[in-house]
């Protein structure tokens, strides 16, 4: 991630005014925190909803097959056993990480077909003079 950062400013700022750059940066810093923090928000409680849905799934499937003993241990535990459990995480974990996809699948499309960066002009080199001593 860290790797993306400099070419981003990098990209932001160099069509920008030498005066404004300080308010490019900022808005991008920004942009960049509230996006993060939206975007977690969201992949949590996806995370969260598709866990507790197939929870009550799995429970419901662990009370119909289960033997008297891990009936038993379940109640003293409060947890599912592991098959069980591990697939409620399982669960989760997809749904977040399609939901991330959903996220990322437009992000690249627009950073390949929308966002166009030109080439800055060149200044031209400035000759040392040949003035001798």
Known sequence: MGSIFV???LTVVSHVAPHETGAATGMLNTTQ???GSLG???LVTVF????RNEAR???GAFLRQATPQQLAQA????RLPAPYSSQVLVH???SAFQMGLVFAAPAVLIAVFVIKVGHLPV???VSPSGGGA
Not at 75 to 78: F, I, V
């Open 7 to 9: 070419p981003v400013m």
């Open 33 to 35: 925190q509230v996006g």
């Open 57 to 59: 799934q799995q429970a």
């Open 123 to 125: 200044p031209p080199a």
């Open 40 to 42: 977690l928000s969201i």
């Open 48 to 51: 969260g909803t598709a866990s």
């Open 92 to 94: 989760g974990i997809a």
């Open 75 to 78: 109640r003293a535990t409060g």
